[in-house]
């Protein structure tokens, strides 16, 4: 019954150990979530357990889990809602595709 | 007031729990004993759904032979590893 990411001590397969540089979106995902957290809209550990909760975690890495979950979280509360959010991620592809 | 003291002999609660938890799944059912006491912290698996944490429970940092943790551990016997748990995780060892 342990969660998804509860896996500490499971066998496990090579450990990928390479690096990469930290992406533009990344940060603004950081700030966003400290952002959140400073107005008191959101916690670390509403943050965690909705992280937890990621129907497709093993799918998602470490930001795009943040951001999902932040999503999750702001529609829960009745912040945005999941229209708003797709709307506006819509407008922001149509504009980074240039159509 | 406590439920544990420095040096008491504990294990760690063997059932699953739905939802948010901070006991890792590999110490469930664990023997080890209590190593300090932290403090008193709104409870993290409730907070963690928006509601209070209120009462405040009891954090207690354990430790374990890794021998008594992982089935054909390799390493040295005296090896110990040390987490921090809530008291509603724990209970005396022995008692069921």
Request: charged residues 30%; negative net charge.
């Amino acid at each position: 019954m342990s969660g998804v990411h509860d896996i500490g001590g499971s066998p496990s397969g090579p450990i990928d150990r390479s690096q990469h540089e930290v992406e533009d979106w990344e940060r603004l995902a950081d700030a966003i979530n400290g952002a959140l957290g400073g107005k008191g809209l959101q916690t670390t550990d509403q943050h965690r357990r909705a992280i937890e909760s990621l129907p497709d975690y093993k799918d998602l890495g470490y930001y795009e889990r943040w951001t999902a979950a932040t999503e999750k979280l702001l529609v829960e509360k009745g912040i945005l809602t999941q229209a708003e959010i797709d709307e506006k991620a819509g407008e922001l592809e149509r504009r980074w595709s240039g159509s | 007031m406590t439920a544990f003291t420095r040096g008491d002999r504990v294990r760690v609660r063997p059932a699953g729990k739905p939802g948010h938890v901070r006991t890792p799944d590999y110490l469930k059912g664990r023997s080890g004993w209590i190593s300090s006491v932290l403090g008193h912290f709104p409870n993290p698996e409730d907070l963690a759904y928006g509601l209070s944490g209120i009462p405040a429970r009891t954090l207690y940092r354990v430790g374990f032979r890794q021998p008594d943790i992982w089935t054909g551990y390799e390493g040295p016997a005296g090896d110990r590893l040390y987490a921090d748990v809530y008291e509603h995780w724990l209970e005396p060892e022995g008692e069921r």
